[in-house]
């Protein structure tokens, strides 16, 4: 990400606090029942933290990246109110170097939020990052059929890069995309 993309994002956090509540995302709330609890979690452009801070109190041990350092620190303080901080790591992330690999105590991730950030080029290692089993939640902003780019994806982006998952639930509305499905586990041979 460039400076002035940085620069945007902290001036955009400054005018904010620490998140005011633990609430799990909108396009989420139909599917509470497929969130793990336990396992690791990564939260793709968090903010404030307020979906890393939702998925640590559900139980998980999340990390949290985001290429602004007032929102990480915003988001620290907030695991700090909410009495998260033992399952919560935030960190300064360029996402032009990829995304970050998983924490040593795990070779994958078993939850990715993906909430309003949108760069193609993550998609593959999304996926690769996914646990079998684990559970991938991205929502995007959308564009009209032809008139994507930039920050909005075209309407079918989203089933698309992730077509080899299992679709759990899609939809559009208000502007947004967003996508639920898990990785399938591997077959156990037949004998």
């Avoid at 915003?74 to 909410?82: S, W």
């Avoid at 902003?141 to 077509?163: I, M, W």
Wanted: aromatic share 6%.
């Amino acid at each position: 990400m460039s400076e002035q993309d940085r620069q945007h994002w902290d001036k955009r956090y400054q005018a904010t606090g620490v998140a005011p509540s633990i609430e799990p995302p909108a396009f989420l709330t139909d599917h509470l029942d497929l969130i793990p609890r336990t396992g690791a979690a990564l939260d793709i452009a968090c903010g404030r933290g307020r979906g890393s801070l939702w998925m640590a109190s559900m139980g998980l041990d999340v990390l949290g990246v985001d290429v602004s350092p007032v929102a990480i620190d915003l988001a620290r303080r907030g695991a700090d109110r909410f009495g998260l901080a033992d399952r919560c790591r935030f960190e300064v992330h360029d996402f032009d170097t990829g995304l970050p690999e998983p924490p040593s105590s795990a070779d994958s991730f078993d939850l990715i939020l993906c909430h309003l950030f949108r760069d193609p080029a993550l998609y593959g290692q999304m996926e690769a990052r996914l646990a079998p089993g684990g559970l991938l939640a991205i929502v995007v902003l959308a564009g009209p059929a032809g008139k994507s780019g930039g920050y909005r994806a075209e309407p079918d982006e989203l089933t698309r890069a992730f077509g080899r998952l299992r679709l759990r639930d899609h939809g559009a509305d208000s502007g947004r995309l967003w996508l639920v499905a898990t990785r399938p586990r591997p077959q156990a041979p037949s004998s």
